[in-house]
């Protein structure tokens, strides 16, 4: 009788020890599934994760459009208790990066079936698209990784699938229709397709015929060739409109053998911001690295770095840089009045693929460079990008080392270094003795 209670107080821990085990199984994050029966509807697609044993401190989740031309991402939606929370595309995109912070800890240990954003889309097309799920951070509240499993979501387009035909002897199958002057060309956008400059809207060839290239006109002065690789076109364009009008879009659809011309007449419009005071003298200017980022002042979108922006009212401004593949950055100045800027600076773009706890954008102090020359009138270029003619001040310089060529008529060309110290002045003296000159150098 003892040894037989024995054994049961053994099996019972034995279950007590195995349950739990049982009971917690591993973490999935799905992606939800939707049928959209009419091309241009929309719908809202959340993303789950089904339990979280141990909370969830943030993640870094990317979601692709296996199938553009069939349905695009128009939004992110990202739940309440995220913090520090960023979407690096502007839409419609077939590629989303989504970051998000639970500093809070309201996802708390032992939830389930927590939302951790949802996206919404637009169908441009019939077909299936499936959208894939990349984790490139998921922490617990312990700053763990998570290891979940990932379901993709599938969304269908049009009314169903119309069932394939089966031939017969008595009804053998048609040969393809060779394209012998049948190309109707024809796309469609996915909304907006209106909005503040600079706006960004994306095309979809929906021609007729078996045309496989394509030229797109977007009216702005720029324009787009692609084609089709083995039956699929191999990019429908997203085109960036920057100026401020009414645009129409011409797309012409051929083959060798025929073509054709379609034309929506203002189908885009694009509104000036609404742009901070100007007649006044305050100075604004900013530089990048990488070169090429739209630079926002409360929210007036005024073009891509390096940029000099004069005229504005002395006040504070939200000045944010935005750049495809890099974090936003955003900071506030105050500008002022006067001859001289009141913000002279190169902000380090940061990349996405940065982790938690990197989130620091570093900031450059910057110099300038005085040159003067005797006789004046020299022509200087820094680092082969030409500056202007002595006697030159050149602002907004990295610290380090650059290189400087001057030229004149009538003396030898010459090359030599020069040092930029942050926040200081470079002054460097060039007395010239033809055919050569000499140089004195100062840092003020």
Same mark, same amino acid.
């Given at each position: 009788?003892?040894?037989? /209670?024995?054994?049961?107080?053994?099996?019972?821990?034995?279950?007590?020890?195995?349950?739990?085990?049982?009971?917690?199984?591993?973490?999935?994050?799905?992606?939800?599934?939707?049928?959209?029966?009419?091309?241009?509807?929309?719908?809202?697609?959340?993303?789950?994760?089904?339990?979280?044993?141990?909370?969830?401190?943030?993640?870094?989740?990317?979601?692709?459009?296996?199938?553009?031309?069939?349905?695009?991402?128009?939004?992110? %939606?990202?739940?309440?208790?995220?913090?520090?929370?960023?979407?690096?595309?502007?839409?419609?995109?077939?590629?989303?990066?989504?970051?998000?912070?639970?500093?809070? &800890?309201?996802?708390?240990?032992?939830?389930?079936?927590?939302?951790?954003?949802?996206?919404?889309?637009?169908?441009?097309?019939?077909?299936?698209?499936?959208?894939?799920?990349?984790?490139?951070?998921?922490?617990?509240?312990?700053?763990?990784?998570?290891?979940?499993?990932?379901?993709?979501?599938?969304?269908?387009?049009?009314?169903?699938?119309?069932?394939?035909?089966?031939?017969?002897?008595?009804?053998?199958?048609?040969?393809?229709?060779?394209?012998?002057?049948?190309?109707?060309?024809?796309?469609?956008?996915?909304?907006?397709?209106?909005?503040?400059?600079?706006?960004?809207?994306?095309?979809?060839?929906?021609?007729?015929?078996?045309?496989?290239?394509?030229?797109?006109? !977007?009216?702005?002065?720029?324009?787009?060739?692609?084609?089709?690789?083995?039956?699929?076109?191999?990019?429908?364009?997203?085109?960036?409109?920057?100026?401020?009008?009414?645009?129409?879009?011409?797309?012409?659809?051929?083959?060798?053998?025929?073509? %054709?011309?379609?034309?929506?007449?203002?189908?885009?419009?694009?509104t000036d911001p609404n742009v901070p005071g100007k007649k006044a003298t305050g100075i604004f200017q900013m530089n990048s690295h990488p070169q090429g980022a739209e630079v926002y002042l409360n929210g007036a979108y005024f073009g891509l770095t390096p940029i000099?922006?004069?005229?504005?009212?002395?006040?504070?401004?939200?000045? &944010?840089?935005?750049?495809?593949?890099? &974090?936003?950055?955003?900071?506030?100045?105050?500008?002022?009045?006067?001859?001289?800027?009141?913000?002279?600076?190169?902000?380090?773009?940061?990349?996405?693929?940065?982790?938690?706890?990197?989130?620091?954008?570093?900031?450059?102090?910057?110099?300038?460079?005085?040159?003067?020359?005797?006789?004046?009138?020299?022509?200087?270029?820094?680092?082969?990008? /030409?500056?202007?003619?002595?006697?030159?001040?050149?602002?907004?310089?990295?610290?380090?080392?650059?290189?400087?060529?001057?030229?004149?008529?009538? !003396?030898?060309?010459?090359?030599?270094?020069?040092?930029?110290?942050?926040?200081?002045?470079?002054?460097?003296?060039?007395?010239?003795?033809?055919?050569?000159?000499?140089?004195?150098?100062?840092?003020?």
């Open positions: 009788m003892i040894q037989t /209670k024995h054994n049961l107080c053994i099996l019972m821990l034995m279950l007590a020890l195995t349950i739990p085990a049982l009971a917690s199984a591993a973490p999935a994050i799905t992606v939800g599934s939707v049928t959209i029966p009419v091309i241009g509807e929309t719908a809202t697609i959340p993303v789950l994760l089904t339990g979280a044993d141990t909370g969830v401190a943030g993640y870094q989740i990317q979601v692709t459009s296996s199938s553009p031309d069939v349905a695009v991402i128009t939004a992110v %939606d990202l739940p309440d208790w995220s913090v520090m929370s960023e979407v690096t595309e502007s839409f419609p995109a077939s590629v989303i990066d989504v970051t998000a912070v639970d500093l809070e &800890r309201v996802v708390s240990p032992g939830m389930t079936d927590i939302e951790l954003f949802s996206f919404s889309i637009s169908a441009v097309g019939e077909g299936d698209a499936q959208f894939f799920v990349s984790v490139t951070e998921l922490t617990d509240d312990a700053g763990d990784a998570v290891q979940a499993s990932i379901t993709p979501g599938m969304v269908h387009v049009g009314a169903g699938v119309p069932p394939t035909p089966q031939n017969t002897p008595e009804q053998p199958a048609e040969p393809e229709e060779l394209a012998t002057g049948s190309i109707e060309a024809a796309f469609t956008y996915v909304p907006p397709n209106n909005g503040f400059a600079p706006l960004k809207v994306m095309f979809v060839d929906l021609s007729t015929g078996l045309p496989d290239y394509f030229e797109w006109d !977007f009216g702005d002065g720029e324009t787009f060739v692609t084609s089709v690789v083995n039956g699929t076109v191999v990019e429908n364009p997203s085109h960036i409109y920057r100026a401020p009008g009414t645009y129409s879009v011409t797309l012409t659809a051929s083959n060798n053998t025929a073509s %054709d011309i379609h034309t929506e007449k203002d189908i885009i419009t694009v000099k922006i004069t005229d504005l009212r002395p006040d504070y401004y939200q000045v &944010r840089l935005k750049m495809d593949g890099f &974090r936003d950055w955003v900071r506030a100045y105050e500008i002022g009045s006067g001859p001289y800027p009141s913000c002279r600076t190169t902000v380090a773009m940061q990349p996405l693929y940065q982790g938690y706890g990197q989130h620091a954008i570093s900031e450059y102090p910057e110099g300038s460079a005085y040159i003067v020359s005797y006789p004046d009138n020299v022509t200087v270029s820094i680092d082969d990008q /030409k500056m202007g003619a002595t006697d030159l001040m050149v602002t907004g310089l990295l610290p380090g080392e650059h290189t400087i060529s001057l030229q004149r008529d009538g !003396f030898a060309n010459w090359t030599d270094s020069l040092r930029i110290e942050e926040t200081r002045t470079t002054m460097q003296v060039y007395t010239y003795e033809e055919p050569y000159f000499k140089k004195t150098s100062t840092i003020l």
